[in-house]
């Protein structure tokens, strides 16, 4: 087995494959004048089952569209060397947020990327918390694999419970399974009755408007859930709601922190006490900073780990 950490992939490659118990192999990134660059493996891939690791969230260095590239290109060059087989491990999956038609002549990004990935020889693809599970299972032909870091986020919380009232809440009406789970996981895990709230978002022009709200929040501490937080108003929206209905307190658990380099310094506002994110992107620094002690970064090396590990030995069992 060959794996790969494109570079911004970089560090959550060495943490994968400390705790996987394999190497990075290396590889060659070089650019261009004009803005073309290569992408290529400095070790031979051929017969072997490669898996090329890039979280393809857009930074000041490179754009989502960018690495998008760089990581098909890279995929295309393993197969052209003989690479009996290739996985892209996707952490964060650009474009997923546009999965249908919500509007005349609108987009189906997701379809597209899937199209771009199966063109590009992949083989397989593997994904954390995908923006709408159902849209990234029926958008790829090639082997689709996703992984959800409920029982890591659940591990965390639990350690820190005490003998309050606890909810989850969803802070859209696309979140509500999304938030079920989290809420039977936790719930397992802590052996407790974890209450369960929603509420209504609408977003149009940049807009965001709702007001329908349930759920029993009151004297509870609420845990909002939802798969990323980008400029953090979604979340706040929702901490200001829960508290307006009697919460006690409310916490945030977003898989994946798209904040980028120029993001607010404090993007989840005051009302909100910690944040849970994992490590699918890279934090800037001065988001990590600001956040201080309220931010709780949930490693998910051991499980991307685990499931590159057991990929692999299912396939090539002897």
Known sequence: MLFFALNGSDDLGRKIAAAGGFQVALHEER?????????????SVRGKDVYVLHSLNGTSDASANDKLCRLLFFIATCK???????????PYLAYSRKDRQTKARDPVTTKYVAALFEAAGTDMIITLD???????????????????????????LVAAMNSERYAVLSPDAGGIKRAQLFQETLETSAGRDIAFAMMEKRRSGGVVSGSLFAGDVDGRTVYVVDDMIVGGETVKRAARTCLENGAR??????????FGANGAENPVGDDIGRLFVTDSIEMPDHVAAALGSRLQIVSVAPLLGAVINRSHSSAYAS
């Open 31 to 43: 650019e261009f004048d004009g803005g073309e660059h290569k992408t290529r493996p400095l070790t």
């Open 80 to 90: 052209e060397n003989g690479a009996a087989r290739v996985t892209a491990v996707v």
């Open 130 to 156: 995908a923006h709408t599970v159902i849209a990234y299972q029926n958008a790829y032909r090639c082997q689709s694999i996703h992984v959800d870091p409920n029982r890591l986020f659940a591990e965390s």
């Open 249 to 258: 307190d409310v916490h945030v658990v977003a898989t994946h922190a798209l």
